[in-house]
């Protein structure tokens, strides 16, 4: 017998959900889809990844509380660890503590309020702008005025204020927004402060300055690697008149954020954070020389298209890094730094390529 209806009023629509990565990206099928990586996970990758984060847990401590004496015992271990990739339920703990921005926190309370409630900036207008611009595909970021955005206008807008110096650049968008995705605002914001400011590694202020002088500089130094690592391709460069500002650029503005794989943008966030810039360098000649026998062989227009889109099997994080890895530069880098060495080919007037 059938049941009779407790109410007489119509059943409501369910609303379409557009499916999601486990990032929280939209769904692609083909193009720059952040979950093109992701691995199907078996119940013995889980089991295995469970087994991970338990290690990962003990090492850190409740909180972080163990942290700093782990690292002080077995820093070898620390490296491969994150090396391998950080669990992704702490991934954004642990990007606090390898940054030093847990520390600028507990030092400056009630700082990030007076600046997102007190103070103005004069980058607003261009911060407003530019927000549906970053991970205009990620579930949080799509809502106009959307809680997503509005943290990520509070985080930019208070580091406008903060370095007043800086101020805002686009691609700064992208940095914050990936740090969104991992922390609270405050955590974000005290984050981009540690990068900027040098908490712990080389200061990375002067990518975002008037005339972007440290990307000016990494670029140099990047054509000059090129040239000495794979001369044959640096030989081709400079026949086609290509030069690392023409494609790297975003590389260093952005650490791969910008336009690359989400979950190897996430691998190799990892490893700067705790390493630095060196893996940026390592990263870019990694892809280089993946692709190497093919990139020598193409003429200019199909040359930049292929430095824009590079194939799926060379941004796969278990083959790129592992290359990335073996690829030495900090000596050489060093020396570059001391001796004040000009590489051969100086790049073209940089522009931020986030803006084009």
């Not at 650049?169 to 922390?183: D, I, P, R």
């Not at 391709?233 to 023409?246: A, D, K, R, W």
């Not at 966030?269 to 705790?274: E, Q």
Request: aromatic letters at 10%; proline letters at 6%; hydrophobic letters at 40%.
């Amino acid at each position: 017998m059938e049941k009779k209806r407790t109410d007489d009023s119509e059943p409501v629509p369910v609303p379409v959900i557009a499916p999601v990565d486990r990032f929280g990206f939209l769904k692609q099928e083909q193009g720059n889809s952040p979950q093109r990586f992701i691995k199907t996970r078996s119940s013995t990758n889980y089991e295995k990844e469970e087994r991970r984060v338990t290690k990962w847990r003990k090492m850190i401590g409740a909180g972080g509380s163990d942290w700093k004496h782990y690292l002080r015992r077995k820093p070898h271990v620390v490296k491969r660890r994150i090396r391998k990739g950080i669990p992704d339920c702490l991934r954004g703990l642990v990007w606090q503590l390898i940054s030093g921005s847990r520390d600028l926190l507990l030092m400056n309370p009630g700082v990030y309020e007076q600046l997102v409630v007190y103070e103005t900036s004069a980058s607003e207008l261009d911060i407003i702008r530019d927000i549906s611009r970053t991970f205009p595909s990620h579930v949080f970021f799509q809502k106009r005025h959307g809680p997503g955005q509005r943290s990520l206008y509070n985080v930019l807008k208070a580091y406008s204020v903060y370095d007043r110096d800086v101020g805002y650049v686009q691609g700064m968008g992208f940095v914050a927004g990936l740090l969104l995705l991992y922390m609270s605002e405050e955590d974000a914001f005290w984050l981009l402060v540690a990068l900027l400011k040098g908490a712990v590694h080389s200061p990375m202020e002067g990518l975002y300055q008037a005339g972007l002088p440290l990307v000016q500089k990494y670029l140099l130094q990047f054509d000059q690697l090129v040239r000495e690592l794979m001369p044959k391709l640096g030989e081709h460069f400079t026949q086609e008149m290509i030069n690392p500002s023409m494609y790297a650029s975003q590389w260093f503005i952005t650490v791969f954020s910008y336009s690359f794989p989400f979950h190897s943008a996430l691998r190799i966030w990892d490893v700067f954070l705790a390493e630095g810039i060196n893996i940026v360098f390592k990263v870019g000649l990694a892809l280089l020389k993946h692709c190497h026998d093919d990139l020598v062989k193409l003429p200019f227009e199909e040359l930049m298209h292929a430095l824009r889109n590079f194939p799926e099997d060379a941004m796969d994080p278990d083959t790129l890094l592992p290359l990335a890895y073996s690829i030495k530069v900090a000596k050489r880098l060093e020396e570059m730094k001391q001796d004040g060495e000009k590489p051969v080919a100086k790049p073209a007037q940089t522009v931020n390529p986030v803006q084009q």
